[in-house]
């Protein structure tokens, strides 16, 4: 065998990722929020951009069978500023009802490590043991301040277990007979919907269980969760599809898109009274400046693109709901719009979208198509998953669908399901099994 060296000359295509496009990919990820970071944080290092607001002039339009246009408005902004104060929290509420006790100096010291071992739920998350040796008092001192911070309103605060906080509710409301107490001290039986073995615990016949269970039903118990029940308000949507006479249109929500400010003026003034080595350094930033300019205009574009597109396929989802999604992919939207699968991708990941049915995020506007029945079109699994919550919600309480049956339902209806699929969906929305659902209506009194 004879070995020797050779060389061979052909050509390659390949795209280098450089630090710029890299950085424009990142953008198309970005909601309004983290974009307005973004551009903070890129004027803390280039002198020559500058963050603004978006002015009110219409922007370019984009093209497509839905109309495309900026929002010119603030009227996101003004909704937002009409969310309800959500008052005190737990720990303020506590705080000042304790204030209100008249506790002797010693006591307030012990009452603020309470106040520490309280949950959000209203509970003590700590043996009052360790909160006694925390405090270096006794436990029966521990004991007699438990009492008086028990009487705090809403009654069932600083409670140990949950039989303990329905108690003190129950007390309060002047309902705590001999036979709630043994309920109380029952509960197991009570989570086990074993209402028959409940009423010998309880010396009584089970007619008579039903209205202390109804009295039951009506106590809280989580006390504390009233002081956290508001919700964070969601950050603004980045699109915002509204109907018009002319058809659907999809904005860009204006009250929330920063835009690049290029220093041009400043760049020129600095570079004619510096030196050479001076200047090179303003006109690479100066560059930089300008192309961020030009990256976040195309990052605006592609999402309007983007959100126009998945509009004109989902205009039944606007008008009718979620029952209603069809089925769509990234592909089928990259290859209308002209852009790689991965553009899609990345711009729907982080967008949320403001429409009639409410705020999404447009990534959930993607759903794979299940198989149709003969003759009819295949249907979104987001559809589906809505009809088999649509059905659980509305099935007799004493007679819960199984999976099969729901099955059989939605496939007549022109979506071939496998009873594993039910199950799995239902697993999704976090519902549980129908016979999970006929022991919780047993125990909620509804059988």
């Known amino acids: 065998m004879q070995l020797f060296n050779s060389q061979t000359l052909g050509h390659r295509?390949?795209?280098?990722?450089?630090?710029?496009?890299?950085?424009?990919?990142?953008?198309?990820?970005?909601?309004?929020?983290?974009?307005?970071?973004?551009?903070?944080?890129?004027?803390?290092?280039?002198?020559f951009v500058e963050l603004a607001p978006l002015p009110r002039v219409a922007a370019d339009r984009v093209s497509s069978s839905s109309s495309v246009r900026a929002s010119g408005g603030d009227d996101w902004d003004r909704i937002g500023a009409l969310a309800e104060?959500?008052?005190?929290?737990?720990?303020?509420?506590?705080?000042a009802a304790i204030s209100r006790l008249d506790l002797v100096p010693e006591e307030l010291a012990v009452a603020s490590v309470f106040l520490d071992a309280l949950e959000p739920s209203g509970w003590l998350g700590q043996p009052v043991a360790n909160i006694a040796l925390r405090a270096g008092v006794t436990e029966d001192a521990a004991l007699a301040l438990l009492?008086?911070?028990?009487?705090?309103?809403?009654?069932?605060?600083?409670?140990?277990?949950?039989?303990e906080c329905l108690r003190l509710q129950a007390a309060e409301r002047g309902i705590l007979t001999a036979r709630f107490g043994a309920i109380l001290d029952n509960l197991k039986l009570l989570a086990q919907a074993d209402l028959k073995g409940l009423a010998r615990a309880c010396g009584c016949k089970l007619d008579d269980l039903k209205t202390d269970l109804r009295a039951l039903r009506a106590l809280n118990p989580k006390p504390g969760a009233m002081f956290e029940?508001?919700?964070?308000?969601?950050?603004?949507?980045?699109?915002?599809?509204?109907?018009?006479?002319?058809?659907?249109h999809v904005d860009l929500n204006r009250s929330t898109l920063p835009r690049v400010l290029v220093r041009a003026a400043e760049a020129k003034a600095v570079t004619q009274r510096c030196a050479e080595k001076t200047s090179a350094y303003v006109g690479e930033r100066l560059s930089v400046a300008r192309w961020l300019a030009r990256a976040v205009e195309h990052r605006n574009q592609t999402?309007?693109?983007?959100?126009?597109?998945?509009?004109?396929?989902?205009?039944?989802?606007?008008?009718?709901?979620?029952?209603?999604?069809?089925?769509?992919?990234?592909?089928?939207?990259a290859d209308a719009i002209g852009v790689h699968e991965s553009t899609v991708?990345?711009?729907?990941?982080?967008?949320l979208v403001a429409t009639p049915q409410g705020t999404f995020p447009l990534k959930s506007f993607f759903s794979a198509a299940l198989s149709g029945s003969a003759g009819e079109a295949p249907g979104s699994a987001a559809a589906v998953r809505h009809r088999i919550k649509q059905l659980i919600q509305a099935e007799a309480a004493e007679d819960p669908l199984s999976d099969e049956t729901i099955a059989k339902i939605v496939s007549k209806e022109g979506v071939v399901l496998a009873r594993r699929t039910v199950a799995k969906y239902r697993d999704m929305l976090s519902i549980p099994s129908s016979s999970e659902r006929r022991r919780r209506a047993v125990v909620n009194g509804q059988l």
């Open 229 to 248: 029940t508001y919700i964070q308000p969601q950050r603004p949507p980045d699109l915002i599809v509204s109907q018009a006479n002319d058809g659907w």
């Open 13 to 47: 295509q390949s795209m280098v990722v450089n630090a710029q496009l890299q950085q424009a990919i990142h953008l198309l990820a970005l909601g309004n929020a983290d974009l307005t970071s973004f551009i903070e944080k890129q004027s803390e290092e280039n002198p």
């Open 303 to 333: 999402i309007l693109k983007v959100g126009a597109e998945v509009v004109r396929r989902q205009t039944a989802f606007l008008e009718g709901g979620a029952a209603h999604l069809r089925p769509m992919i990234l592909r089928e939207v």
């Open 85 to 95: 104060d959500p008052g005190p929290s737990l720990y303020a509420h506590v705080t």
């Open 345 to 351: 991708s990345r711009v729907t990941s982080g967008m």
């Open 147 to 163: 009492s008086k911070l028990q009487s705090i309103e809403p009654a069932g605060l600083f409670a140990r277990t949950l039989a």
